[in-house]
């Protein structure tokens, strides 16, 4: 059977042509041999997979190919493609700055040129492999990120991407874990570059000996001997103005930005464009109006009750199709509004039409808004509403008649649209603390968990207590499309303001109690029976109600000694069970005490041994199985033989690693406020109340928009807490107020308007007030902007 195809897929639930699609079964967390399946179910009739499930071998309709690493088979797939391409592809490594200096040199070619970048993040061995898999022969350049975290990955993204021209950005001095030292970590990058004609670098990273022969090496630094030499830089408020030495001449340059990170991405930008043939006045014009990106796509919350994704910093195929992802799995609300822009090279461009119409009819859009030319087709969508705007002008004029309201609205837009200005007006304004929660990192860490668990082994996610404090929906949507089998909240509320915005996954409540009985029942959530007394009252409200089999929860108490039924109890309780129908049990649990300390552990396997006596007793009576659950966090980690048939992941899955044990986890939340006033002060002043805060010398000291009432905690004061402003840790001085607190920032170049960040290291910050950082983050008060990220 002869099949065109036009798709690489690998994850079932993002399939969007089957009919043209290759599955791909990679092995990752979970094993995609598993999705095969389902990808079947979807249509796909293609599969590369390394064994043949049961039930792919009878079916005659299907393309087999059978190797042993479907991903190396992936790679070699988009390494075929990428040599189609002779126009010149520009690989970009290094340890910071990647995704920066992409964006920037996509602003900065794009006036000019038909430039494709790789999409937001996809710079690993998969990412890029799909990166490739997305060029065409409308373009005339092509930017590359590449990314690895442990030796030997970069000769596979290297054989994939073969860049004429490398760039290499900053070179972090601190090795990573995975590498033995820095040098091994360059060494490891500069493979990329093996068959580059030109590699472009800081003299200080890279000298020309580690390079491959002839290659050619192009140097930005210090020195009289670099293409591009910085002469001076001199920052005045936000920009800066650089003069540089550039193939002999002196120049000068002014830049929107005053930090040295920024800087350095500049000089590699300015001087790959240089290298390229640009000319000077034309990169001056053109750095002059660069803007800082937000590259990662931003879920905030909007007017009316609505909810916007910001990804107004670029936009083609590819990034589209990944927010359109993101808006697909988003339940809160019914309606789904695209705010949408002209694509460059979008009217000469027929395959580029296709693509984007069928695209746009896939979506289920309720109202798709055009700013761009109006082109014929765009009549022909199956969308819901179509308005066009011939400018970023016009829309904004608009803007107030188009009732947006209670709806997801996804806002796309190349960078000249200038849709930030869009954003501004539908998104919700903070009052300049903000908490950053990163979706990718969720997902990391779930994998990082699942990863350590037995296939058959189910996975509760804890959302309770607004997700540690990290948001409701918005957290539940992605664990939902991660397909996790169970959610826990604490109360029933919580559980309903899930159900309301659209969360179907099974529920579990902590604490029920009778108040709470109609909305358990209403909205399908399962109470976790603890009590004689709570078994009763929910029996006669179930048989009231003549309901059978209601789904409950049995918790065991097996040394905690807050809820639970004692194992002397159990008897009673199993008394009490037989022949009811009015109830079915889904689950009993207990949960440990000490799961984390391994000091702790002998009490630790009487508590498991004292569960599976119960549990016992409890099946013998019933003549049923349910799922046994024991783990959290730490229990997943130290003790599979908590594992049981589910495990309940808390804290872990929000990025905080109690043992210190797993470099994999990322980080998920980041509390960040602004300096709202800088003053020099003299030795023997006192900053803010009761005189606490005596100044023992000469002293600069920020206010930021931070204080107790955001649950930036008063024990924070005089010194206890420190934030990280420019890089630096700075301590509090004085006692936390209400609303605002002041830092000593003496030496630093701070203004008003800089970013703060608030638990730079949130262990250390938890340790310093005698507390945990489960704390910390559930007190980050509810007036404290939540934005979400996802890349
Ligand atoms: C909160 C909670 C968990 C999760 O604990 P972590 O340490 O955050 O993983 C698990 N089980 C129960 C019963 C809980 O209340």
């Known amino acids: 059977m002869r099949v065109p195809v036009s798709e690489l897929a690998y994850d079932s639930r993002k399939i969007n042509r089957p009919e043209e699609a290759i599955f791909f079964a ?8 598993d999705f095969i399946d389902d990808a079947y179910q979807r249509g796909v009739k293609n599969f590369i997979i390394s064994f043949v499930p049961e039930f792919l071998s009878d079916l005659s309709d299907v393309n087999i190919f059978l190797v042993t690493d479907p991903l190396g088979a992936l790679q070699v797939i988009a390494a075929a493609h990428r040599k189609k391409f002779h126009y010149p592809i520009l690989g970009i490594t290094g340890s910071n700055g990647k995704s920066i200096v992409k964006a920037w040199l996509f602003q900065l070619l794009a006036a000019d040129k038909n430039v494709y970048q790789s999409p937001k993040s996809y710079n690993s061995q998969l990412g890029v492999a799909l990166s490739l898999w997305s060029l065409t022969d409308t373009c005339d350049i092509a930017l590359i990120e590449a990314g690895i975290s442990q030796p030997g990955e970069m000769k596979h993204l290297e054989k994939m991407i073969q860049p004429d021209i490398g760039i290499l950005t900053n070179i972090g001095k601190a090795h990573d874990q995975n590498f033995e030292d820095s040098h091994q970590k360059l060494r490891e990058k500069l493979t990329l570059f093996q068959q580059c004609n030109t590699i472009i670098a800081g003299s200080a990273y890279v000298k020309a000996e580690e390079l491959a022969a002839g290659a050619k090496l192009v140097t930005w630094g210090d020195q009289p001997t670099d293409y591009l030499r910085l002469i001076d830089q001199n920052t005045q408020g936000t920009r800066t103005h650089l003069t540089v030495e550039l193939t002999g001449k002196r120049h000068h340059f002014e830049i929107p930005f005053s930090d040295q990170a920024s800087i350095e991405n500049l000089l590699i930008c300015i001087t790959t464009m240089s290298h390229i043939g640009y ?7 053109r750095i002059g109006v660069l803007r800082p990106l937000e590259m990662r796509l ?42 949408l822009s002209e694509m460059e090279g979008l009217g000469l461009d027929k395959k580029l039409q296709e693509e984007l119409i069928d695209l746009i009819n896939k979506s289920q859009l309720s109202r798709l808004i055009w700013v761009g030319q109006e082109y014929k087709w765009l009549a022909e969508l199956s969308t819901g509403r179509l308005l066009i705007f011939s400018d ?26 200038q849709f930030e200005r869009v954003v501004k007006r539908l998104s919700v304004r903070s009052h300049g603390t903000v908490l950053e929660i990163n979706l990718n990192a969720i997902a990391n860490n779930l994998m990082v968990y699942r990863s350590l668990l037995p296939k058959q082994v189910k996975l509760m996610a804890m959302v309770k207590a607004f997700s540690y404090g990290s948001g409701s929906f918005e957290i539940a949507n992605l664990l939902q499309f991660s397909k996790v089998d169970y959610l826990t909240v604490a109360f029933a509320d919580e559980g ?35 009590s004689l007394k709570i078994l009763d009252d929910f029996l006669t409200f179930l048989d009231e109600e003549r309901q059978t089999e209601f789904p409950i929860h049995l918790k065991l108490d097996t040394g905690m000694h807050r809820l639970g039924f004692l194992p002397a109890e159990i008897d009673l309780l199993t008394e009490r069970l037989r022949d009811r129908n009015e109830i079915k049990i889904k689950s009993v649990f207990t949960h440990l005490v000490a799961s984390g300390d391994p000091l702790q552990d002998e009490y630790t396997r009487q508590q498991i041994q004292q569960y599976i006596a119960c549990v016992e007793r409890i099946e013998d009576t019933l003549g049923y199985h349910f799922i046994r659950h024991v783990a959290n966090t730490s229990a997943i980690a130290r003790l599979p033989e908590a594992h049981f048939d589910m495990v309940r992941l808390g804290i872990g899955l929000y990025g905080i690693d109690m043992q210190n044990v797993f470099p994999s986890l990322q980080q998920v939340s980041r509390l960040k406020t602004t300096v709202t006033q800088v003053k020099h002060l003299p030795a023997g002043q006192t900053i803010g109340y009761d005189r606490k805060g005596l100044l023992k010398k000469n002293s600069q000291i920020a206010t930021v928009k931070i204080g107790y009432a955001d649950g930036y905690s008063r024990r924070f004061g005089e010194g206890v807490g420190a934030m990280r402003i420019q890089g630096q840790l700075v301590p509090t001085v004085g006692n936390i107020c209400m609303d605002m607190c002041m830092l000593d920032v003496t030496g ?28 910390l983050l559930v007190n980050v008060s509810n007036r404290v902007k939540r934005i979400y990220y996802y890349e």
């Open 392 to 417: 970023t002008e016009q829309l904004l004029d608009e803007l107030p008649h188009l009732e947006f309201k209670e709806e997801s609205i996804l806002v796309k837009g190349a960078r000249r649209f």
């Open 298 to 339: 931003q879920l905030k919350k909007g007017i009316a009750n609505t909810s916007v994704i910001d990804d107004s910093y670029s936009n083609d195929i590819a990034s589209l199709r990944i927010s359109l992802d993101f808006l697909s799995q988003q339940n809160q609300h019914q309606r789904r509004t695209l705010i």
């Open 26 to 33: 990679l092995v990752a967390a979970r094993d995609g041999h």
């Open 279 to 285: 000319p000077i006045a034309i990169i001056k014009e």
């Open 748 to 775: 630093l170049d701070v203004v008003a308007g800089d970013e703060v960040e608030v638990f730079p290291d949130i262990l250390a910050a938890a340790n310093a007030i005698h507390t945990i950082p489960y704390e």
């Open 496 to 530: 309903v303001d899930l159900r309301t915005n659209g969360i179907t996954l099974p529920i579990m409540v902590l604490s029920p109690d009778q108040e709470t009985f109609q909305s358990l029942l209403q909205h399908r959530l399962e109470p976790e029976i603890y």
